[in-house]
């Protein structure tokens, strides 16, 4: 018996499933207006290039945001600095809900975010969309951000499908 089970061990699948880091933050501090697609106000665009410096030397890969201009000014400093273009995943609400995410807008963050294996990610989003995103990865932890807050970093280690650490750090 001793033998199969070394032999399994061994002969794992190639598609073996490798660790991904991937790193959350809500958007920086945003105008008032225009109230539909608002630009960060000077306090966001300094958290912004804040987050540049703390994640300059993170390994990140790929960058995602939201369609929102105040998601895509948040990651663009470090975009910038390493050379790389922002990915948008445009959100999406559920049909029969227009409060909660869709499902299917859920999943597809969560696959695209694991589908580099091994790699490092970081994904902009919303007070809304941060925490089911983070639960989508498989989080251990899954936060509640007040609107009033914006400097939450979480570093969601996905270990397996489905599984995940979370680390909630203050920028």
Do not use: C, W
Not at 140 to 158: A, G, K, S
């Amino acid at each position: 018996m001793e033998s199969s089970v070394t032999g399994a061990a061994v002969s794992l699948p190639q598609n073996e499933f490798k660790v991904t880091t991937v790193y959350l933050v809500r958007h920086a501090e945003k105008a008032d207006a225009p109230a539909a697609d608002p630009p960060l106000l000077e306090a966001g665009t300094k958290r912004a290039e804040e987050l540049a410096r703390t994640l300059g030397k993170a390994g990140i890969k790929t960058i995602y945001t939201s369609q929102y201009q105040r998601t895509k000014l948040t990651a663009e400093p470090l975009a910038k600095q390493l050379g790389i273009a922002s990915t948008i995943i445009p959100v999406k609400m559920s049909a029969t809900n227009r409060r909660e995410l869709s499902s299917e807008y859920l999943a597809e963050v969560a696959e695209r975010a694991t589908s580099s294996p091994g790699g490092n990610v970081l994904i902009v989003g919303h007070s809304n969309t941060v925490p089911e995103i983070i639960k989508a990865l498989g989080g251990d932890i899954v936060p509640t951000i007040d609107e009033t807050v914006f400097d939450d970093l979480f570093v969601v280690t996905v270990y397996a499908r489905g599984k995940a650490k979370v680390a909630h750090l203050k920028q």
